[in-house]
C-alpha cells in the first residue's frame, strides 16, 4: 500500500492482487474519483483504469510476423502469409499461423494404410531418405501391413547395409535392385502389398547425370517419387533443390531434421517456391517414433512451440499472454 501510495497518491485502492510463479506479485491499483465527478461523469463510474493494470494482450497477427521473421521466411512468401491474414479473424496466433499455412500451402501426408502407387524417396545426399523408409516400414509392420521394401541404393557404400539393418530387425525382405529394369521386375514381385517403398541414392539436384539416372528408374513403374528435404539450409538453395526435384517428378515434400533447426523459412520457401506439397515431418532419429503427418495446425504448433506453451500456462492460470 505504501508503494502504490508512494506513485498515485494518497487517494489510491488497491483492486487485486494476484502472486505469479517467478514474478512475483502483481497488484493493480486504481486512483478513487470523487462523488461529484462520478455523478456528473457516469461513464467514469465504472473503477478507473490504472497505470498497473493489465496490459492488453498482444495481437496474434503480431506474433506470426515476429515468427516468420525468426523463421527466416523470404520476404515476398513473408508478406503473402501476412497479407492472407488480412481477412481472418484469429483467435489465438498458432490459428493465425494455420490460416495462413492453409491458405497458400498444401497438405497430403503420406497413406497411413494401402498406398496406391509405389513410393520413392528422393533427394540430395544425407537428407534422411533411408531412414523415412525404414520409420514406413516401421509404420507398417506394427499395423501388420504387407510391405515391400526396395532399395536402389547401389552407389554409396554401406547404402545397402544401412536399411538391411533395419529390416532384419522388422523381418522385412529387402529387395536390392541396380537398374531401372530390375526395379520395375522387384515392384511386380512386391505387386500385392499394401505399400511398396524404393529407396533410392542421395542424388546432386545440380548435376544433370544424376537426375538422368534418377528420372530413369522414377519412369521405369508407376512410382511418386517423394522430395525428402532437411531443414536448415538456405533458402534460395532449398528452392533450387526442389524445383530440380520438381521437374523429374515430385509433386510432394517430406521434411526431416526438423528437431535440428530453429529456423523452418528455407522448407516454407521450397514447398511454395516449386509448388509442393507437405508430406509427412521428421523430427528424431529413432525409427520407432515415425513421422508426423502435418497439417496446418500441426506445422503452425512446431512453428511456434514456446507460444504453445505459453497459452497453456494462461489458460492454467486464467492469464493472457
Ligand atoms: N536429428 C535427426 N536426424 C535425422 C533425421 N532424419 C535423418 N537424420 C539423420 O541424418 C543422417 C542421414 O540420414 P539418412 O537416412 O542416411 O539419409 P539419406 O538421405 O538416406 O542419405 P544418403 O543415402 O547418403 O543420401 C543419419 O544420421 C540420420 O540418422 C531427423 O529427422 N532428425
Ligand atoms: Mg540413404
Known amino acids: 500500500m505504501r508503494l502504490v501510495r508512494e506513485v498515485l497518491g494518497d487517494d ?42 493489465e496490459p492488453a494482450p498482444p495481437d ?71 531412414l523415412t523408409v525404414a520409420k514406413l516400414c516401421a509404420r507398417c509392420a506394427l499395423q501388420k501391413r504387407p510391405v515391400g521394401v526396395i532399395s536402389t541404393d547401389t552407389i554409396r557404400a554401406g547404402g545397402i547395409e544401412q536399411l538391411q539393418a533395419f529390416t532384419r530387425v522388422l523381418k522385412l525382405r529387402l529387395m536390392t535392385v541396380e537398374d531401372p529394369t530390375a526395379l520395375s521386375d522387384a515392384l511386380e514381385v512386391a505387386r500385392g502389398s499394401e505399400q511398396v517403398l524404393v529407396d533410392s541414392a542421395g542424388r546432386n539436384p545440380y548435376n544433370m547425370n544424376d537426375m538422368k539416372d534418377l528420372r530413369d528408374f522414377i519412369v521405369a513403374a508407376d512410382i511418386e517419387p517423394v522430395l525428402v528435404m532437411p531443414a536448415g539450409l538456405d533458402a534460395v538453395e532449398a528452392v533450387e533443390m526442389a524445383h530440380a526435384f520438381r521437374q523429374i517428378g515430385a509433386r510432394r515434400m517430406l521434411v526431416t531434421r526438423l528437431d535440428m533447426a530453429r529456423r523452418y523459412g528455407s522448407l516454407l520457401a521450397a514447398a511454395h517456391g516449386a509448388g509442393l506439397a507437405f508430406a509427412d515431418a521428421s523430427a528424431t532419429t529413432k525409427v520407432a517414433d515415425g513421422l508426423i503427418a502435418l497439417t496446418p495446425t500441426i506445422l503452425a504448433r512446431m512453428m511456434m512451440p514456446d507460444q504453445q506453451a505459453e497459452q497453456r500456462r494462461a489458460k492454467q492460470t486464467g492469464t493472457h499472454a
Open 12 to 53: 489510491a485502492i488497491i483492486v487485486a492482487t494476484r502472486e505469479e510463479e517467478g514474478v512475483g506479485v502483481r497488484v493493480t491499483a486504481a486512483i478513487e474519483e470523487d462523488e461529484g465527478m462520478m455523478a456528473v461523469h457516469p461513464a467514469i463510474a465504472a473503477p478507473s483504469p490504472s497505470r498497473f493494470s
Open 60 to 130: 496474434p497477427v503480431d506474433i506470426v510476423s515476429e515468427a516468420l521473421l525468426q523463421h527466416g521466411v523470404p520476404a515476398e512468401l513473408n508478406q503473402r502469409m501476412m497479407d492472407s491474414l488480412a481477412d481472418i479473424d484469429a483467435r489465438d496466433p498458432v490459428a493465425a499461423l494455420a490460416a495462413a499455412l492453409d491458405h497458400l500451402f498444401t497438405f497430403q501426408p503420406l497413406p497411413d494404410g494401402r498406398a496406391v502407387r509405389p513410393i520413392m524417396l528422393v533427394g540430395p545426399p544425407g537428407g534422411g531418405k533411408t
